[in-house]
């Protein structure tokens, strides 16, 4: 049992966490990769600026210092990591008596680095330790909730937030990058190493595939492997998993609406083959995901936060 | 009852006396002798470097930040958030002490709660004319709403927090009830945390009484006020949300009782039942420990433009199917103009002689009273009944003959309006100012809880008025807080 109210904060406070660690990342492999004046440098810094969803990303690769520090401290962009982790705290801070004390320091840590008067002074005088250091505490900050909240509905809520906001931004970060939009495909060794770095997924990428950098071994990798975390399909799992154990009390209409999507969004990928979606071309199969992720997060706020009272009244 | 000219002599004489003492110190006693209650403190503090002192200081400015105890200062490009100024030099009461103020504030909410449930009912002290009528009944908290409706326990007000303050010749005396939503116990609650982490050696050896069963204690309080119709009522607590400045207190109390923090707009009320929200549909609330003031809870009953509270609200509490504590119209016992018959109301219903004595209080409605108030505006504290946080006062040792003036003119327009007390020198407790050890006033705020039976939980906020001299302690105002060590003489129970 939990509020309506709470949960949908729980649930916010998931996706904004999720969505400012990928931006810090994002930001870390462009500032890093744009150390060489290489053409693949600036293709990394139109990729990672274009899956930020931002319009000006030629401009914008030309500076990408500029780019990184407002996509990170600029408070007035609601995408920018501050933001992002300004509303995580907000709504934790509205649901203070439903997370542990040992979880909200961790995000209350954070959020006084991201405000701090000098923060910007910081982050000039090393990016990459700022960056770094604020993915580590917000690694600190899921491992704080794992560790110490109840793995009840609440933490559920919240996973559920994560993992159907990092589905989404993988599958963007790839449709920006392999999408039929795009004019020439990458090839160049540079940039795919940097694709796999904004997706923290280099190292566990190598181990299964050696250094060899194929794009439709990434799209395999990214979008279908069972085990890794940031997988599509891994991702989709668990919100199958953590949607079916909320709402196994649920008695009451319309309400196996969320179950039924996230189960066909998961099985869509479990049976993907890599061939099937290369032939079709990926943007059709990332669009069908991408939508289906928007539904499953429409139907959970249909179901659990925003349903019509008359249904639920006392008879 | 009139203001004789007996009674303004008597107490020309009590505020010229006043003046003339200094302020009781709570470490030191006469001849600069530590008290011996103060002596484990002052002895570590000998051992303590200033330096060694700052730092203790900032680590428990820290603990405060992370922890989100904290307010909003709202500024005009950005907001930024500060810790209320917390001392680290824990307040001392000696057991003896204590037995008074627990003894005294019990007989005193007892005997507020029974005049609430008169005044809401048969009225017979009005009767009497103990109290006058229109004082009472023209009170803006005063809720018709109210009259005779059924409060279990005759527990009008279930929780309460009042200002007691130590005179200069060292005896407790009560400068305000507050029975409507007292804040402050999650301070109380914190300093202790802190205060155990800064001072340990000396925390263990001085055998302070524990507090942390409080949350416990208002949890069972509260369930108390539904047990007889519901065997397991569910409990919420009711905040006006993230914006209000007590707003961390509300989550701190849900979070360590285990009960929903809730807000209006979870709230639903069908067929006068009250229910929540939650994910799996509609949730019955039988107990609402409401953190909003009365005119805000239901905007069908009280103020219309509320959108704080839940439409429909009181009627389902006067159809008995929930308990809002405290319940509305408990503001009028604690009306400053209501405080002054405190003593006589205690007599009434109890017939027995007020434990703790209230500060010598001038109403300006009795024409008497008023002119001797107008003729030493220098000397006296004056209130405006209504207000609180320390707003609407004039402090007269400290005043400019023009804020006197205005005063002046407030009163003789609306005398109904303003009571006047006699300046007293709060008493003063060591606290760490700029890295050294100097005096500062302080009062005490302990929290009293009224359910089936009335329980004091030994502790208190004490407040400090941080700037020198100054004797406002609201936070509002500059004040600060401290922890408050009631030490135990071996004999008391656990609360």
């Not at chain 1, 392999?178 to 990458?186: E, H, L, T, V």
């Not at chain 2, 929780?159 to 409507?180: H, K, M, T, W």
């Not at chain 2, 005043?399 to 309006?417: G, I, V, Y």
Request: hydrophobic share 40%.
């Amino acid at each position: 049992m939990m509020l309506a109210r709470v949960a949908d904060s729980l649930y916010w406070i998931g996706r904004y966490v999720e969505r400012a660690e990928h931006m810090c990342r994002l930001s870390d492999v462009m500032l890093t990769a744009t150390l060489d004046r290489t053409e693949a440098a600036s293709e990394v810094a139109r990729m990672a600026l274009a899956a930020v969803g931002d319009p000006d990303d030629v401009l914008k690769a030309k500076n990408p210092y500029e780019a990184a520090l407002a996509l990170v401290l600029d408070r007035e962009d609601h995408g920018s990591v501050v933001s992002s982790l300004s509303r995580a705290r907000e709504n934790a801070r509205q649901v203070r008596d439903q997370i542990t004390t040992e979880t909200w320091e961790r995000l209350n840590i954070i959020h006084f680095r991201m405000t701090d008067p000098n923060a910007a002074k910081t982050f000039a005088g090393g990016s990459q330790a700022f960056l770094h250091d604020t993915i580590a505490d917000l690694h600190l900050f899921k491992g704080a909730a794992d560790a110490t909240m109840s793995h009840g509905e609440g933490w559920r809520f919240m996973m559920l937030g994560v993992y159907l906001e990092r589905a989404q931004l993988i599958g963007a970060l790839l449709e920006v990058c392999f999408g039929d939009k795009k004019r020439r495909a990458i090839t160049d060794h540079t940039a795919l190493t940097s694709l796999l770095r904004m997706a923290c997924a280099l190292e566990p990428y190598l181990r299964v595939y050696t250094a060899d950098m194929q794009p439709r071994f990434i799209q395999e990798f990214l979008l279908l492997d069972e085990d890794f975390p940031r997988s599509v399909r891994f991702c989709t799992a668990r919100i199958e998993e953590h949607l079916s154990s909320i709402s196994r009390p649920v008695e009451g209409v319309g309400l196996i609406g969320p179950d039924r999507l996230a189960g066909r969004l998961r099985a869509r990928l479990q049976y993907a083959d890599i061939d099937e979606v290369q032939a079709s071309g990926p943007t059709a199969f990332l669009g069908a995901i991408l939508d289906e992720c928007a539904a499953v997060h429409k139907s959970v706020y249909e179901a659990f936060v925003a349903y019509p009272l008359e249904q639920r009244l006392p008879a | 009852m009139d203001g004789s000219t007996a009674k303004t002599k008597a107490a020309d004489q009590a505020a010229g006396a006043t003046f003339a003492l200094s302020p009781y110190d709570e470490m030191l006693g006469p001849e600069q002798a530590v008290r011996p209650h103060y002596a484990a403190l002052a002895d570590r503090l000998s051992t303590l470097t200033p330096k060694e002192l700052a730092e203790r200081q900032r680590t428990l400015e820290r603990f405060f930040l992370l922890q989100g105890i904290t307010f909003t200062v709202y500024g005009a490009e950005s907001s930024t958030e500060r810790i209320i100024p917390t001392d680290l030099l824990p307040r001392i009461i000696a057991a003896e002490e204590w037995k008074t103020i627990e003894t005294g504030l019990t007989q005193r909410l007892k005997a507020l709660n029974m005049f609430l449930a008169d005044i809401y009912s048969g009225q017979q002290i009005l009767m009497d004319g103990v109290v006058p009528r229109d004082l009472v009944l023209n009170a803006p908290s005063y809720r018709r709403q109210m009259q005779n409706l059924y409060v279990p326990h005759q527990a009008y007000a279930n929780v309460c927090g009042s200002d007691l303050i130590r005179q200069p010749d060292g005896a407790f005396a009560v400068l305000e009830d507050n029975l409507r939503v007292p804040s402050g116990v999650s301070y109380m609650l914190a300093n202790r945390e802190a205060s155990k982490r800064v001072f340990p050696g000396t925390f263990r050896g001085a055998g302070v009484r524990p507090i942390d069963r409080y949350p416990d204690l208002l949890l069972t309080t509260l369930k108390s006020m539904a047990a007889d119709w519901r065997p397991n009522p569910q409990v919420v607590v009711l905040t006006p949300g993230v914006y209000n400045s007590a707003y961390f207190e509300h989550a701190y109390l849900a979070r360590l009782m285990g009960a929903p923090l809730v807000e209006g707009r979870d709230l639903v009320v069908h067929d006068n039942m009250v229910y929540m929200r939650t994910t799996t549909g509609l949730r019955r609330i039988d107990v609402i420990y409401r953190r909003v003031d009365d005119d805000f809870i239901d905007p069908l009953t009280f103020r219309r433009d509320s959108g704080l509270g839940s439409a429909g609200l009181f009627n389902a509490y006067r159809a008995g199917n929930v308990v809002i504590c405290n319940a509305p119209g408990t503001g009028v016992a604690d009306d400053k103009a209501v405080y002054a018959y405190v003593p006589e109301i205690i007599k009434y219903y109890l017939g027995e002689d007020a434990i703790l004595p209230n500060i010598e209080t001038f109403l300006c409605r009795e024409p008497a009273q008023l002119s001797h108030v107008l003729a030493h505006l220098d000397k006296f504290v004056v209130k405006a009944v209504g207000a609180s946080g320390g707003y609407g006062m004039l402090v007269g040792p400290h005043s400019t003959k023009a804020q006197q003036q205005e005063f002046a003119d407030a009163l003789k327009a609306d005398p109904d309006n303003y009571i006047a007390q006699p300046t007293i020198q709060l008493s003063t407790a060591p606290c760490l100012i700029d890295d050294a050890i100097e005096p500062r006033h302080v009062d005490l705020r302990p929290f009293i809880l009224c359910g089936e039976k009335i329980v004091v939980t030994p502790g208190a906020l004490t407040r400090v008025a941080m700037r020198k001299g100054s004797l406002v302690v609201n936070s509002s105002q500059g004040g600060g807080s401290k922890d408050t060590w009631v030490l135990t003489d071996g004999k008391d129970l656990q609360p």
